[in-house]
């Protein structure tokens, strides 16, 4: 692990990877919530090995506040929700009785939402497509994959991933082009106010209230975990 990586809030929310620190830095900025440290642990499959580095850091016994955010995938979401609680048991830290519920009678506050909806398979992505589901130009992006799906190589069909090439032809469209879902939540490109995102912004109010707590709301801090 990066020896420079320290923690600076004791409000943390940890998700897969620079990608989802981008999103959710920017939808964060949207809610008005100031001094939470986002956590890139480096990837969905990272959880379970790379939070005990997270864990062995200095301050980490003064987090008052611990969110995971992270993609359902191809199972349900339970699953990967099952996964992160195994996780915690393991470094006995407080678990939330289900997905989407903040434990809030224990020290830290706990919560895990699981994308895209806390039920079924999907990602980030697939939230971020239905925000723009309205806009004449989806019709576009839809067209044009439904078209390239049709002419693929036999090969390519397996690892073909739907939600992510519409997502990288909708930000290929715009101007200025942006190449990550994470940038292009940084310039506006995805609708904050969608319905769609109401559960997500609920999640993230209930774990992270408005207002100072502590000196922790002066500034978003973002913590990168990896190995040396």
């Not at 620190?21 to 440290?37: E, M, P, T």
């Not at 678990?95 to 506050?109: L, S």
């Not at 036999?154 to 190449?179: D, G």
Request: hydrophobic share 35%; aromatic share 8%.
């Amino acid at each position: 692990m990066d020896k420079s990586i320290k923690i600076e809030s004791t409000r943390l929310l940890v998700v897969e990877g620079k990608d989802e620190c981008n999103f959710f830095k920017a939808l964060l900025k949207h809610l008005k919530i100031d001094g939470v440290q986002l956590v890139d642990i480096g990837g969905k499959d990272k959880f379970k090995t790379e939070f005990q580095l997270l864990c062995n850091l200095e301050n980490f016994n003064k987090i008052k506040r611990l969110g995971f955010i992270r993609d359902a995938e191809t199972n349900p979401a339970k699953s990967a929700f099952d996964s992160i609680c195994g996780v915690l048991k393991k470094h006995n830290l407080p678990i939330p009785v289900n997905i989407n519920k903040i434990r809030n009678d224990t020290d830290p506050y706990v919560g895990i939402f699981i994308m895209p909806d806390n039920s079924g398979e999907g990602m980030l992505e697939n939230l971020c497509l239905k925000t723009i589901e309205s806009l004449p130009q989806y019709d576009c992006v839809d067209g044009f994959i439904s078209c390239f799906v049709q002419h693929q190589p036999q090969n390519e069909k397996e690892k073909f991933n739907e939600p992510k090439a519409k997502v990288q032809t909708y930000l290929a469209s715009r101007s200025p082009i942006v190449e990550s879902l994470g940038l292009g939540a940084q310039k506006g490109y995805w609708d904050f106010n969608h319905l769609c995102l109401d559960d997500m912004k609920k999640f993230l109010e209930s774990l992270f209230p408005e207002g100072i707590l502590g000196q922790d709301s002066k500034a978003e801090l973002t913590l990168v975990v990896k190995k040396k």
